[in-house]
């Protein structure tokens, strides 16, 4: 019997070692699989990251482009808002020097029916000259500074004024 149980044991030790190759061969088989499945994800995951930064890339540069638009149309009505600025004032300045220069002078035209004792007025003579229309008075030169002041201090801000209203317009 005893061959007997030698070949019962042979025949379980074949089984058994069977059984751990089958174990063993399922074990990596299972392996390979998962780690095809985990590189798939894996790959999935890249292309969906790569698409997510490609995507952010593209508004990036959008908004950069944007934001450099801006820039220039700023730049440009900046320089816009300046020349304007400088033409005026260079208007006003000629206006003061014709005025400071008696070159010009300013005047006002009177009401009918008001009374021309104005001591601060000088009615206006000037030889050679009629006045067609309604009468009119000189204003001394000093009131002719200050108003052009006011009126120059008056465009400066329509100019600035305009600028800020065509920007808005265009954040719109």
Same mark, same amino acid.
């Given at each position: 019997?005893?061959?007997?149980? *030698?070949?019962?044991?042979? *025949?379980?030790? %074949? @089984? =058994?070692?069977?059984?751990?190759?089958?174990?063993?061969?399922?074990?990596?088989?299972? #392996?390979?699989? &998962?780690?095809?499945?985990?590189? #798939?994800?894996?790959?999935? +995951?890249?292309?969906?990251?790569?698409?997510?930064?490609?995507?952010?890339?593209?508004?990036?540069?959008?908004?950069?482009?944007?934001? %450099?638009?801006?820039?220039?149309?700023?730049?440009?009505?900046?320089?816009? +808002? &300046?020349?304007?600025? %400088?033409?005026?004032?260079?208007?006003?300045?000629?206006? !003061?020097?014709?005025? $400071?220069?008696?070159?010009?002078? =300013?005047?006002?035209?009177?009401?009918?029916?008001?009374? %021309?004792?104005?001591?601060?007025?000088? $009615?206006?003579?000037?030889?050679?000259?009629?006045? +067609?229309?309604?009468?009119?008075?000189? =204003?001394?030169?000093?009131?002719?500074? !200050?108003? @052009?002041? @006011?009126?120059?201090?008056?465009?400066?801000?329509?100019?600035? =004024?305009?600028?800020?209203?065509? &920007?808005? !317009?265009?954040?719109?």
């Amino acid at each position: 019997m005893k061959i007997d149980g *030698v070949k019962w044991g042979g *025949v379980l030790l %074949i @089984i =058994l070692l069977l059984m751990a190759c089958s174990a063993w061969a399922a074990w990596t088989w299972q #392996a390979n699989a &998962y780690g095809q499945q985990l590189a #798939a994800k894996e790959a999935v +995951h890249q292309t969906e990251r790569t698409n997510l930064a490609n995507a952010n890339s593209a508004q990036i540069l959008v908004e950069q482009g944007k934001r %450099i638009a801006l820039g220039q149309w700023l730049a440009a009505s900046d320089q816009a +808002h &300046y020349r304007a600025l %400088i033409d005026e004032q260079t208007k006003q300045a000629r206006l !003061r020097d014709r005025l $400071a220069t008696a070159d010009l002078r =300013l005047s006002v035209q009177l009401d009918a029916t008001a009374s %021309i004792s104005c001591s601060g007025v000088q $009615a206006t003579t000037s030889p050679g000259g009629l006045v +067609h229309g309604a009468a009119r008075i000189q =204003l001394d030169p000093a009131h002719a500074k !200050r108003i @052009i002041g @006011i009126t120059s201090d008056g465009d400066q801000g329509l100019i600035a =004024l305009q600028a800020c209203q065509s &920007y808005v !317009r265009l954040i719109k």
